[in-house]
C-alpha cells in the first residue's frame, strides 16, 4: 500500500469510530502531535498497527485493511 492510502486509511478510521485525534491516539500511548503526522505525512510504523489492532479490537483492524484495499 503507497504511503498516501495508509495515512488516508487510518484518519478514516479514526473518523469512522467518531474520535479526537487526541481520545484515538492517547489511547495507544501516542501524542496527538505524533498522531497528526501519521495521519498527514508519516509512515504508520508495524508496532503502531498492533496497537491500534489491541486497543481498538479485530473490528478496528478489519476496517483499516478494508480501508487500504
Not at 505524533?34 to 489491541?54: F, H, M, N, Q
Amino acid at each position: 500500500m503507497n504511503r498516501e492510502k495508509e495515512r488516508a486509511s487510518v484518519r478514516r478510521l479514526r473518523l469512522k469510530l467518531g474520535l479526537t485525534q487526541q481520545s484515538f491516539w492517547s489511547r495507544l500511548g501516542v501524542t496527538q502531535s505524533a498522531g497528526s503526522r501519521y495521519e498527514t505525512d508519516r509512515r504508520l510504523p508495524e508496532p503502531v498497527r498492533k496497537l491500534i489492532e489491541l486497543a481498538y479490537g479485530d473490528r478496528a483492524l478489519a476496517a483499516l485493511r478494508r480501508l487500504r484495499a
